[in-house]
């Protein structure tokens, strides 16, 4: 098990997902919870509770601690990092990419607000950083390091006993965190984590947009496929297809790997009934996925973005979704097996935005 406590932005995760996919190791990305704001997956008051942690402990492997000179500045560079992405579009991303979240509890729900003080404060810096990063010749450097100071002071003013009072008082419990935090674990480790249920959202924030396929119907076919070719019968025999298909659909496009509007483009067949031919089924040790082709409304062709359309069926234990587009690849490697299927199957459903 590789356990890595700083790994916060995307080139990271691209990292750890090569060491997966060459090692069949599993990465599980463990966050704080917090219910975030319209461009940050982590609201003012968490962001409050992380300066005011750093400014309480000492001998920090990194020197970020009470005894850093510009504490609060790294602190607004990790919160920047997010920018741009709200609570969900977060967590989607993180689940996308490698098939599972765990969230660690943080702040109580029922919470008195943060002070206006502090508040006001870590705002100002907030919007100080944002001014800087634009900046080329770092003329809001200066302003930066004084509200840093002002933040640290802020926070540790409030009248010192009290700010620590409520500051303590809006956590949670660490045993509880790590209680909760263990029990995710323990859930995933079991194969019984669940997706958190996607929202249609304003197209603003919208992440994917995908053909949705009834259940029922790729269970059928899979079945069907089982019982008329023995490689395809070895394969599932031992795969409680049932509970790993919960749903399924056929994505379109994704605003990660391809932009947002090459997703908003489907809008005109949104709520659509999409006839989807499904031509193959492709497995190897920890993937399956029906290589999909989506038809046309109306006598508009409707194409799919991805380079290998598919409908995933099956992961492996610690494998993100994603991880299927890899399938192909497998196949020509010889580390995967391509089943025709004999005519292909035409099977219906509707264009949603997820």
């Known amino acids: 098990m590789l356990a890595d406590k700083n790994a916060p932005n995307e080139k990271a995760w691209r990292q750890i997902e090569k060491m997966c996919l060459s090692t069949n190791a599993s990465a599980i990305p463990v966050v704080p919870d917090s219910e975030g704001t319209e461009i940050n997956p982590f609201s003012v008051d968490a962001l409050a509770i992380f300066i005011f942690r750093v400014l309480h402990r000492a001998n920090h492997p990194g020197n970020l601690d009470k ?3 510009n504490a609060g500045c790294v602190l607004l560079m990790f919160y920047h990092l997010y920018e741009g992405k709200n609570r969900q579009e977060f967590e989607s991303e993180l689940i996308e990419r490698f098939g599972s979240l765990v969230r660690m509890p943080l702040l109580k729900p029922e919470r008195s ?11 100002d810096g907030i919007n100080l950083y944002k001014l800087h990063k634009k900046s080329k010749i770092g003329v809001y450097k200066r302003d930066i390091c004084k509200r840093e100071s002002e933040m640290g002071e802020a926070i540790e003013g409030y009248s010192t006993w009290k700010c620590r009072l409520y500051l303590n008082s809006i956590q949670v419990p660490f045993e509880f965190a790590v209680k909760e935090v263990l ?10 984590y669940a997706a958190p249920t996607s929202e249609k959202r304003k197209l603003g924030s919208i992440v994917f947009g995908a053909v949705s396929l009834p259940v029922p119907e790729i269970l059928g076919l899979l079945n069907d496929l089982a019982q008329k070719d023995p490689k395809v019968g070895d394969f ?16 379109l496009a994704h605003k990660r790997s391809h932009d947002v509007t090459a997703v908003a483009k489907y809008a005109s067949f949104l709520d659509q009934r999409v006839p989807v031919e499904l031509a193959a089924l492709l497995f190897s040790e920890k993937l399956a996925a029906l290589e999909a082709e989506p038809g046309s409304v109306e006598g508009e062709k409707v194409n799919s973005e991805n380079q290998w359309p598919h409908v995933t069926v099956w992961t492996g234990e610690g494998v993100a ?3 299927a587009n890899t399938l192909p690849q497998l196949l020509s490697q010889g580390k ?9 199957v035409t099977i219906t459903g509707n264009l949603e935005f997820f």
């Open 67 to 69: 005894s850093s000179p």
């Open 336 to 344: 995967a097996t391509r089943i025709d299927i004999n005519p292909p």
């Open 183 to 192: 029990e995710q674990l323990r859930a995933i480790a079991r194969a019984e």
């Open 113 to 123: 607000p943060l002070p206006d003080s502090v508040r006001s404060i870590i705002e």
């Open 321 to 323: 979704v994603r991880e």
């Open 236 to 251: 599932l025999k031992d795969k409680s297809l049932k509970s790993c298909i919960q749903k399924a659909h056929l994505t």
